[in-house]
């Protein structure tokens, strides 16, 4: 249950090491569920409940596959809290089966509600929201996508992003991809080229392709930035936008006006805490 947390903390977390994760998961519950059925009694009605679970989630994937192209684990609240309650289903199956009862019944909510989110919302399933991290080798293809954006020389992002990939820094970049494809990123930055220096981090060159736009992908780079900087000790975070009504959808908060470097009017200044 701590792995992702050390992960994170001891900047070794990986594409291959978040599947690896889910491996160990499913051999940790399959070795218990061993050594423990032969000693328990568990009753007929809980193995039908459990197969109609995995029936469910079997379903799913077979849905993801068809309007996602691909597999899709949403990390739901429900999906989340199925995991701790297994782990902690373990000691509870020494009691009786009335706790283990309560667990079936979240788990069978996730199950339900992860394939509501796959049917319904299979455009932004299938979607990924990656860091730079993830795909070093998108570093290239991400220089030349923020540069086609906005007017900064390739040079700058490019140095950005290689003390960001050589853990010089914490502060990172941001990627919406549709299968290899870029539709949407940002980047985190020490200024965002204005007179107040005094506020940072920045997050900078939030952009999101036309022809996906209105799908909530600039909002969830903007929380998966925020929340990201925030596991590692780094808040509040700042933004420098002409924009009105936007960015306060995802719990930003107009600050104060700044003046961009080399621009004779003032720009909005917000932070999320």
């Not at 570093?139 to 996508?145: F, G, L, R």
């Amino acid at each position: 249950m701590l792995d992702g947390f050390l992960a994170r903390k001891l900047h070794a977390e990986s594409k291959a090491g978040a599947v690896l994760d889910s491996v160990a998961d499913i051999c940790f519950v399959a070795c218990c569920a061993i050594k423990l059925i032969p000693v328990l009694q568990i009753p007929g009605w809980l193995w039908i409940w459990a197969g109609v679970i995995v029936l469910i989630k079997l379903i799913n994937q077979i849905s993801a596959l068809v309007v996602c192209k691909r597999f899709c684990f949403p990390h739901t609240g429900a999906n989340r809290l199925t995991g701790l309650l297994l782990f902690l289903s373990v000691p509870m199956t020494f009691w009786s089966c009335i706790p283990i009862a309560f667990v079936a019944v979240v788990a069978t909510f996730a199950a339900v509600q992860e394939g509501h989110f796959i049917r319904t919302r299979k455009k932004e399933c299938r979607y990924s929201f990656i860091t730079l991290r993830d795909r070093p080798e998108l570093k290239n293809t991400a220089v030349a996508w923020f540069h086609s954006k906005w007017s900064a020389p390739e040079e700058a992002y490019l140095e950005c992003m290689d003390q960001y990939l050589s853990h010089q820094t914490e502060l990172g970049w941001y990627l919406c991809l549709d299968d290899d494809r870029i539709i949407g990123g940002l980047g985190v930055i020490e200024n965002d080229f204005h007179d107040r220096k005094d506020l940072t981090p920045n997050i900078c060159a939030v952009y999101t392709e036309e022809a996906y736009r209105g799908q909530g992908i600039a909002g969830r780079l903007l929380n998966q930035a925020v929340e990201d900087l925030r596991a590692k000790g780094i808040s509040p975070v700042y933004l420098l936008t002409d924009h009105t009504g936007f960015y306060e959808r995802y719990g930003w908060e107009f600050l104060c006006m700044a003046q961009g470097d080399g621009e004779s009017y003032l720009s909005r200044m917000y932070v999320h805490y």
